[in-house]
């Protein structure tokens, strides 16, 4: 039986295993989510060390993780290798990337206090500035080299938002039931942290060699031996669109970031997404806050986060028929309508079932924003190389993966600077009238405005209607000085 080739021209369009490898792909940030939910309570409740103190670490880290997204971006841009520009990166991670997440989630004892945070600090950095820039950047680029398709595109935007679901429903649901399991019965021990730790390693690395097995890139390849089979059946239109495509690797540092800073969707889509992902990642641990203080309950944390994630895939698969009659903005102000309305529920009433209910809204409403939300940037990408000629792909990345990432350190940072100015004490069994404050201003008005803010700027959003005339202008090669105006 011959086996069929795969179509590996820029605007092919993706079949099955390139849209199961993009799944697996999202397990390569399995340490992101475990790191964005759980590293502060480990902080707090395990190591006992001062939130406000940690706050401040992570804070002055997000300047080095600015620098790391540009020089990682630029990297991506420029690599030259027979398996893709991204798609290497998917193994090249896997050692450094597991031996950097046993040292954050492991100290040494015996440290002075000031040695501490120096620990968490080199600990901290080697895992996000490096390791986890280097993963998200790759694996999020891979959506606009995998084909220039848009329907292809939009399928593996939606596809990686529901990996990404499915992936942070294994860590939020299962991590802090593991932890109990290796830690003899007790939530917070060393011994459970690390043992946990590893079980998530494993997945992680499996599903790393699963997404580079399974996905090909086809756009900016330079040396590709897999794309070359397929270059003597190209045409001559097809020819030359691959050539305008492979643009991006001449052009210089600045112009590249010129271009993305003067494309103002790109600038919103930034924003926008930095409100939406801080929520994804910020709510999981204030969850954990909330259930144990406010519900007294620690075991509510788990079914909360399963509700969510659950009912987000559902809202995802009611969002897609929804997006293609009315556009992607138009599904996500929805989103974001839905979920402020529930997480402002729990403000009204405590009462179980209610607070319960209200995570299910708030899974309703994220699912509308997701499914949108893993196509947005390469929307707004597109519309740039229209705009200036130049293509970004990667260096447009590289911004989106800080703003995920500076979304999750300012969860964490938020967090800790809260729960301290309201006297949140780790060691106590009742926290302060103050504490449980902090912790319903986190849980219940934070993510309400902040919904609110998104739901003012989705306004400002007009690119859809926008987006066929670019394309086609894009396929004419009518780009840069080129271009025609709409």
């Known amino acids: 039986m011959i086996r069929k080739k795969r179509d590996l021209s820029p605007d092919a369009k993706l079949r099955f295993p390139d849209y199961l490898g993009y799944f697996f792909g999202a397990g390569t940030n399995i340490a992101g989510y475990i790191v964005s939910a759980f590293l502060l309570i480990y902080y707090s409740n395990v190591l006992y060390l001062g939130l406000t103190q940690v706050g401040v670490v992570m804070a002055i880290s997000k300047c080095f993780d600015g620098v790391s997204d540009i020089l990682m971006g630029r990297i991506i841009d420029k690599n030259k290798s027979k398996y893709g520009k991204a798609r290497p990166w998917y193994l090249r991670m896997i050692l450094p990337l597991s031996m950097c997440m046993l040292f954050l989630f492991w100290m040494p004892p015996g440290l002075s206090e000031t040695w501490k945070y120096v620990y968490v600090f080199i600990t901290y950095n080697?895992?996000?500035?490096?390791?986890?820039?280097?993963?998200?950047?790759?694996?999020?680029?891979?959506?606009?080299?995998?084909?220039?398709?848009?329907?292809?595109?939009?399928?593996?935007?939606?596809?990686?938002?529901?990996?990404?679901?499915?992936?942070?429903?294994?860590?939020?649901?299962?991590?802090?039931?593991?932890?109990?399991?290796?830690?003899?019965?007790?939530?917070?021990?060393?011994?459970?942290?690390?043992?946990?730790?590893?079980?998530?390693?494993?997945?992680?690395?499996?599903?790393?060699?699963?997404?580079?097995?399974?996905?090909?890139?086809?756009?900016?390849?330079?040396?590709?031996?897999?794309?070359?089979?397929?270059?003597?059946?190209?045409?001559?239109?097809?020819?030359?669109?691959?050539?305008?495509?492979?643009?991006?690797?001449?052009?210089?540092?600045?112009?590249?970031?010129?271009?993305?800073?003067?494309?103002?969707?790109?600038?919103?889509?930034?924003?926008?997404?930095?409100?939406?992902?801080?929520?994804?990642?910020?709510?999981?641990?204030?969850?954990?806050?909330?259930?144990?203080?406010?519900?007294?309950?620690?075991?509510?944390?788990?079914?909360?986060?399963?509700?969510?994630?659950?009912?987000?895939?559902?809202?995802?698969?009611?969002?897609?028929?929804?997006?293609?009659?009315?556009?992607?903005?138009?599904?996500?102000?929805?989103?974001?309508?839905?979920?402020?309305?529930?997480?402002?529920?729990?403000?009204?009433?405590?009462?179980?079932?209610?607070?319960?209910?209200?995570?299910?809204?708030?899974?309703?409403?994220?699912?509308?924003?997701?499914?949108?939300?893993?196509?947005?940037?390469?929307?707004?990408?597109?519309?740039?190389?229209?705009k200036s000629g130049v293509t970004a792909i990667g260096m447009g990345n590289a911004a989106f993966s800080f703003v995920n990432k500076l979304s999750s350190a300012l969860g964490t940072i938020i967090l800790g600077f809260v729960l301290d100015a309201g006297k949140f004490d780790a060691s106590l069994a009742v926290q302060p009238t103050s504490a449980i404050h902090a912790i319903k201003l986190l849980y219940i008005w934070m993510p309400t405005v902040i919904c609110l803010v998104c739901l003012g700027l989705s306004v400002l959003y007009d690119l859809d209607k926008k987006l066929p005339f670019i394309e086609e202008e894009i396929k004419a090669g009518r780009i840069g000085e080129k271009r025609k105006t709409n």
């Open 126 to 386: 080697l895992a996000s500035t490096v390791c986890f820039t280097a993963n998200a950047i790759a694996h999020s680029s891979m959506i606009g080299f995998m084909t220039m398709d848009t329907r292809s595109r939009g399928i593996v935007g939606v596809m990686s938002m529901i990996s990404n679901t499915v992936f942070t429903i294994l860590v939020t649901n299962f991590f802090m039931k593991i932890c109990k399991f290796f830690g003899g019965g007790e939530t917070y021990t060393q011994r459970g942290f690390t043992l946990t730790i590893l079980v998530y390693l494993v997945f992680y690395a499996a599903a790393a060699v699963l997404a580079f097995l399974l996905t090909r890139e086809r756009i900016h390849n330079v040396s590709d031996s897999e794309s070359r089979e397929t270059e003597d059946t190209l045409t001559k239109q097809e020819k030359e669109k691959k050539e305008t495509v492979h643009r991006e690797a001449e052009v210089p540092f600045w112009t590249a970031i010129r271009s993305l800073f003067t494309n103002k969707y790109w600038i919103l889509c930034l924003v926008m997404c930095l409100g939406f992902y801080f929520l994804m990642s910020y709510a999981s641990s204030a969850t954990v806050y909330f259930a144990q203080y406010v519900m007294e309950d620690i075991s509510l944390q788990g079914t909360l986060a399963s509700v969510l994630y659950i009912v987000l895939l559902v809202g995802i698969i009611l969002a897609l028929p929804v997006m293609t009659k009315i556009g992607k903005r138009n599904t996500m102000a929805i989103g974001l309508a839905i979920s402020a309305v529930g997480w402002f529920l729990p403000q009204i009433t405590l009462e179980k079932t209610i607070v319960i209910a209200a995570s299910a809204i708030v899974g309703i409403g994220f699912g509308f924003i997701a499914a949108p939300a893993g196509s947005f940037l390469q929307d707004t990408l597109t519309y740039g190389t229209w």
